[in-house]
């Protein structure tokens, strides 16, 4: 059937005294929408962190506003017995009970290049962790501009695991 043969046009349900555009959310410098399909690479740009301490780091390429999803932390799915095996635990992450993710030989994963300053203040992503999907979502948790390097909390367990390890 081709587009428009056979169907009925349905008109979108307007508001009265609203305009739909005032439905949509705005970049807060420029009123533009945001509008890019999830999971597009040219969001986000891996380059040099500007961490001393770290290799690459994840920068977004397009602006982000709060509550945004940013990309998704997957790879591996791991038990709890499997995931205490690995040698390498650098890109594993624990989503829940005897659920974990490791994206140690998943290079195509952008979010396994955000990093953790350590300093509260400077993060600005989040791990919504959803075992049951087998992933993370990285979710903005204020407005990130082009350019910014993102960087989400590792948590306790890992920094003491670090620690122990001479890291």
Not at 18 to 30: A, E, G, N
Not at 59 to 83: H, I, K, M, W
Not at 119 to 129: E, P, Q, W
Request: hydrophobic share 40%; charged share 25%; with cysteine.
């Amino acid at each position: 059937m081709s587009r428009g043969r056979g169907r009925a046009r349905i008109a979108p349900r307007r508001r009265r005294g609203v305009d739909r555009r005032q439905l949509v959310p705005r970049l807060p410098s420029t009123g533009q929408s945001p509008t890019r399909r999830l999971g597009d690479a040219s969001a986000q740009i891996v380059k040099r962190s500007a961490l001393a301490s770290a290799g690459l780091g994840l920068f977004a390429a397009v602006p982000f506003l709060e509550g945004q999803r940013v990309c998704d932390y997957v790879g591996n799915f791991l038990s709890t017995s499997r995931a205490i095996r690995l040698a390498d635990k650098t890109y594993l992450m624990r989503l829940g009970p005897q659920a974990y993710v490791d994206a140690r030989a998943s290079l195509d994963v952008l979010a396994r290049y955000i990093n953790d300053p350590r300093d509260s203040r400077a993060h600005n992503v989040v791990f919504d962790k959803r075992p049951h999907e087998r992933r993370a979502i990285v979710r903005a948790t204020r407005y990130i501009a082009p350019g910014e390097e993102l960087y989400a909390s590792y948590g306790g367990r890992y920094w003491a695991a670090a620690t122990a390890a001479g890291c």
